[in-house]
Structures are given as C-alpha cells and as structure tokens.
C-alpha cells in the first residue's frame, strides 16, 4: 500500500531491529495500538526504530487478531537529533504529575537520561512495588516523546534512589561527568559558570523539590565534586527548572546537532 503524499509513516519501538530482512513480531501494545488506533492493515508501510539511532524502513507482513509481524526494510538515513553531549537531569521527586512534564519536555529538548531521587524535602514517598510501576509509567512517558519528536536515541530512566546513591551511581557510570548542582545559596551564574570553564565531558543537571535542597544534600553533593550554581535571580518551579537549564546550556554550549 503506498503512502500518502506529506503523510509520515508511523512510528514504533522495536529494540531487537537491527538488520534489513528481519521478520518481527509486535508485541501486544504495540499490535493493539497499531490495529484499533492507527487502524494499520496488511501491507501498510511503517518505520521501526531501535532506540540506539537505527531506523528501517518496514512493512506489515501479517496482522491477526493474536499476532502481529512486520518485514524490517530498507534502513532509513535520518538526521542525526541528539545533542553534541550528554545531559542527563537527576531530578528530586515533585508532587502529582509534575515529573510526566519533566520527563516529557526534556526528552523532546534532548535529554539522555533522568535519575529521580528521594530527597529529604519530597513530599512524595516512592518505594518497593509503587516505584517499580512508577518507573514503568515514565519510561512509557519518555517513549512517547522520544517517538513524537524523533529522537535517535531512547532515554534512559533509572529507578528512584536516594541521592547518595544516585550520585555514587553516576560518578560510578559517568566519571567525567560535570554535576551542576543549583541553589540560591551561591553566586557563580550557570552563564558565567559555561563561559568561563567551557565543560567537556557529561552534564548532569541537579534539580531539588519544591521546597530546595537541604544544606546537608548541598554538603554530600559538594563533597561528592558537584558545582553549586545558581540559574536566575528568579525562582522558577522544579517544573520549569529543568527545561529552562537544558534549553540554556544549550544554547550557551552549541550542543544543537547541525
């Protein structure tokens, strides 16, 4: 079946695609989702990503109501859409939902990995099973923006830890990581801080809760080799913070791909 002029083809994740010819199997999500939403037939042309930057061309080969195949075509040249360096966000837990709008406006402003941590002055409580089915809700989150704004690569979400280990978890992971650590108790500007140093390496962006960090995670984190930085004179929401610091090192650091 061909495809609609300006139309784009749809878009899935399948992690085991790697080479032209492969046959695959959906699976039951991505079947349902493909059949009763997009309304998909035998034939209809698709696009299946892999997550690590592959991407094919591919067709649905068979589709039933218990099983679902699809012929991985041509592999796909596509712009390359990940910024020149990592940017990882640890994000102390906020309220509600806040932490889907974290996930999902970073992803699509190029974020490569988040790491929610339990903080002293969260007022959320995540542990055992509730922060498994947590975890799984937010990768569905980054999944589906990294699929709407065409991310190369699929961010990684970790499980919520507290931060002395979510710090030792990245110094372990990340050695040359850059931890910018932000507090109102400090005077070196996130701006000046960029233009003076020109950072290479990873950028960890370190975001407290609603009510801050306490002066004993400023202190563990200092220890720890982190930059205490300040972003504005204003106070922004934890929210807002992080998108507002990825999309200024961004721009201060050229991290856009060309």
């Given at each position: 079946m061909k495809q609609e002029k300006g139309k784009r083809l749809p878009r899935f994740l399948l992690e085991h695609c790697n080479s032209e010819g492969q046959v695959?199997?959906?699976?039951?999500?991505?079947?349902?989702?493909?059949?009763?939403?997009?309304?998909?037939?035998?034939?209809?042309?698709l696009?299946?990503?892999?997550?690590q930057g592959g991407e094919f061309q591919a067709t649905v080969q068979y589709l039933s109501k218990k099983l679902a195949q699809v012929h991985i075509g041509d592999r796909l040249a596509v712009h390359d859409t990940e910024l020149r360096r990592t940017v990882h966000v640890l994000q102390a837990?906020?309220?509600g939902d806040k932490m889907d709008w974290i996930l999902e406006k970073c992803t699509e402003l190029g974020v490569a990995g988040f790491h929610p941590v339990q903080a002293q002055r969260s007022v959320v409580k995540l542990e055992g099973e509730r922060a498994s089915k947590r975890q799984v809700h937010w990768e569905r989150v980054v999944l589906s923006a990294s699929l709407q704004s065409e991310r190369g690569t699929l961010p990684m979400v970790e499980p919520v830890r507290p931060l002395?280990?979510?710090?030792?978890?990245?110094?372990?992971?990340?050695?040359?990581?850059?931890v910018l650590w932000f507090t109102p108790h400090t005077e070196m500007r996130l701006t000046a801080w960029a233009q003076a140093t020109r950072p290479e390496g990873p950028l960890i962006i370190c975001v407290g809760p609603e009510g801050g960090w306490t002066?004993?995670?400023?202190?563990?984190?200092t220890e720890s080799g982190a930059v205490p930085l300040r972003f504005s004179q204003?106070?922004?929401?934890?929210?807002?913070?992080?998108?507002?610091?990825?999309?200024?090192?961004?721009?201060?650091?050229?991290?856009e791909p060309n």
């Open positions: 695959l199997d959906l699976t039951d999500d991505l079947m349902h989702y493909a059949s009763r939403v997009l309304r998909i037939r035998d034939g209809e042309a696009r299946v990503w892999n997550g837990l906020p309220e002395r280990d979510a710090l030792e978890q990245i110094s372990r992971n990340w050695p040359d990581a850059q002066p004993e995670e400023t202190l563990l984190a204003r106070v922004l929401r934890t929210e807002t913070f992080a998108m507002a610091c990825v999309a200024q090192l961004t721009a201060l650091l050229s991290l």
